[in-house]
Nanobody, 124 residues
Framework: QVQLVESGGGLVQAGDSLRLSCVASGRSFSSSALGWFRQAPGKEREFVGGNKWRGGSTYYADSVKGRFTFSRDSDKNTVYLQMNSLKPDDTAVYYC?????????????????WGQGTQVTVSS
């Protein structure tokens, strides 16, 4: 059974940093697309960052470019999202996802597996 489990969310102040982790179990995702998405109340789920395979190019949403860093450790089957200079607009539930992403890496419908999400709240 494939599982993705996120951790690392919390309540922080604007300008602080957080590091999210997502551990995958049940199979290896070293050759799969891995990504982070987020969803704020009343908004659609949006792509934050990710890449299609280990060593491939990493892509970010414009809103987080330069502040967030995506990384993956295939040996540990784990992906990370280092979030610096957090803003109140970053407040959302953050999800990790894995799958084929045959189309755009930014399209959530291309992912087969999702974690349960971790809440990130940034106060002003």
């Amino acid at each position: 059974q494939v599982q993705l489990v996120e951790s690392g969310g919390g309540l922080v102040q604007a300008g602080d940093s957080l590091r999210l982790s997502c551990v995958a179990s049940g199979r290896s995702f070293s050759s799969s697309a891995l990504g982070w998405f987020r969803q704020a109340p009343g908004k659609e789920r949006e792509f934050v960052g990710g890449n299609k395979w280990r060593g491939g190019s990493t892509y970010y949403a414009d809103s987080v470019k330069g502040r967030f860093t995506f990384s993956r450790d295939s040996d540990k089957n784990t992906v990370y999202l280092q979030m610096n200079s957090l803003k109140p607009d970053d407040t959302a539930v953050y999800y990790c996802a894995a799958g084929r992403a045959a189309g755009s890496i930014r399209d959530p419908s291309g992912y087969d597996y999702w974690g349960q999400g971790t809440q990130v709240t940034v106060s002003s």
